[in-house]
């Protein structure tokens, strides 16, 4: 069974670089697509973007070029970083695996608050 | 971008009750189209994927339909676990993009 935990820090400063990672157990990075989705407090589901196991990403324009995620197939994790944080960025940031066809999620991680705040 | 439409953005049902909820694109999409359910401090549950597709382990009851503009999340006899936020998502062009979500509620 594939499962994914999103780890780093909760809060992050205004202008700061927000980190985080996400790693994969029971299943590989290869073969798929690997992305992160947030989610503002109270609020609906963003795409921020997404990788391909080896390289590849996509991201949502709407975040500016301030988002880069990367991979690391040796540790089975990829991370998000995202510049430049304003409080617009507070929301729980989801990773989740696309499920090979169909350019859907199946594998999401539990999610976790990151608070831009000073 | 492609901007996703829900309606109704919530509803009140009762167990055994049947459930449409309905989705619809600003512009056509193919059948590239997922359904989510979200329960509170839960990540979302893949449902449906290209329109029609049951996510395996989900039951039957859950039916994806359309294809283009409009489509539609049907539940054919509602369980006390279906009370949920429901989500649909395009994936035919970037970025993807979500629904603004429809909450099911309890009558």
């Known amino acids: 069974q594939v499962q994914l935990q999103e780890s780093g820090p909760g809060l992050v400063r205004p202008t700061e670089t927000l980190s985080l990672t996400c790693t994969v157990s029971g299943g590989s990075l290869s073969d798929h697509y690997w992305g992160w989705i947030r989610q503002p407090p109270g609020k609906g589901l963003e795409w921020i973007g997404y990788?391909?196991?080896?390289?590849?990403?996509n991201y949502n324009r709407s975040l500016k070029s301030r988002a880069t995620i990367s991979v690391d197939t040796s540790k089975n994790r990829f991370s998000l970083e995202l510049t430049s944080v304003t409080a617009a960025d507070t929301a729980v940031y989801y990773c989740?695996?696309?499920?090979?066809?169909?350019?859907?999620?199946?594998?999401w991680g539990q999610g976790t608050l990151v608070t831009v705040s000073s | 971008d492609v901007q996703m439409t829900q309606s109704p953005s919530s509803v009140s049902a009762s167990v055994g009750d049947r459930v449409t909820i309905t989705c619809r694109a600003s512009q056509g999409i193919g059948n590239w189209l997922a359904w989510y359910q979200q329960k509170p401090g839960k990540a979302p549950k893949l449902l449906i994927y290209?329109?029609?597709s049951l996510q395996t382990g989900v039951p039957s009851r859950f039916r994806g339909s359309g294809s283009g503009t409009d489509f539609t999340l049907t539940i054919s006899s509602l369980q006390p676990e279906d009370f949920a936020t429901y989500y649909c998502q395009q994936a035919n062009s970037f970025p993807y993009t979500f629904g603004q979500g429809t909450k099911l509620e309890i009558k």
């Open positions: 990788i391909y196991y080896n390289g590849s990403p």
């Open positions: 989740a695996r696309e499920r090979g066809s169909g350019w859907s999620f199946d594998y």
């Open positions: 290209t329109a029609s």
